[in-house]
């Protein structure tokens, strides 16, 4: 099973509206990162957190991680219509044998 | 700097064949992932290969292998396709392993 679930799976907004993603994981991580895709292209990373900060932000993204929660959330503060993508948390988990593993994402619909 | 590239774009394939993408990275990353996305399974780490080195893999089957050459040039091969074969293959290049990575735009494989 997925290492990372989003939720929701998917949200539609009305433009200038914040929008809230949350990820949850299972094992302990050294970092989470989140990232955007557009339809059918790569993805694009947006942030990284580290396992020992709390809060990130960069530009009008705002990322909160609890560890102790095993959890994060993406905020988007002032949507844009060029916000709508799908989002991934991936997060590297920390175990001799780690591998990246992104969620199931979440599809952002941004309504003019 | 150059974006990851990948090769080629789109592929269509017969069940039984096999096929080779392929994927240059950044100049100057040595760790290249390959993923891959379908709608049902969403995205699925397959390997990670850094200074030709495999250093980690997925849960794939045999028929999905890799390489990277000593330029940090990546390939890898798909023998005896199947339907469900039929994804997008994202190839990822990183500086560190595991830190933020930089996508291709994929390779869109059909197997009919």
């Known amino acids: 099973s997925q290492q990372g679930e989003e939720d929701p799976q998917a949200l539609s907004i009305q433009e200038g509206e914040n929008a809230t993603m949350n990820c949850s994981y299972k094992t302990s991580i050294n970092n989470l990162q989140w990232y955007r895709q557009n339809s059918g292209r790569g993805l694009v990373h947006l942030i990284l957190i580290r396992s020992n900060e709390r809060e990130k932000h960069s530009g009008r993204l705002r990322v909160t991680l609890d560890t102790s929660k095993k959890s994060s959330s993406l905020l988007i503060t002032a949507s844009r219509a060029a916000d709508t993508a799908s989002y991934f948390c991936?997060?590297?988990?920390?175990?001799?044998?780690?591998?990246?593993?992104f969620g199931s994402g979440t599809r952002l619909s941004i309504r003019p | 700097k150059a974006g990851v590239t990948q090769t080629p774009r789109y592929l269509i394939k017969t069940r039984g064949q096999q096929v080779t993408l392929s994927c240059s990275p950044i100049?100057?990353?040595?760790?290249v992932s390959w993923y891959q996305q379908t709608p049902g399974q969403g995205l699925q780490f397959l390997f990670e290969?850094?200074?030709?080195?495999?250093?980690n893999k997925g849960n794939f089957p045999g028929r999905f292998s890799g390489r990277q050459f000593s330029n940090s040039r990546s390939e890898m091969n798909v023998s005896t396709l199947e339907l469900g074969d039929s994804a997008l293959y994202l190839c990822?290049?990183?500086?560190?392993?595991?830190?933020?990575?930089?996508f291709g735009p994929g390779t869109r494989l059909t197997v009919l």
């Open positions: 990822a290049s990183s500086g560190r392993t595991y830190n933020e990575q930089f």
């Open positions: 290969y850094f200074s030709e080195t495999q250093r």
């Open positions: 991936a997060t590297d988990p920390y175990s001799s044998a780690s591998k990246i593993i």
């Open positions: 100049s100057g990353h040595r760790s």
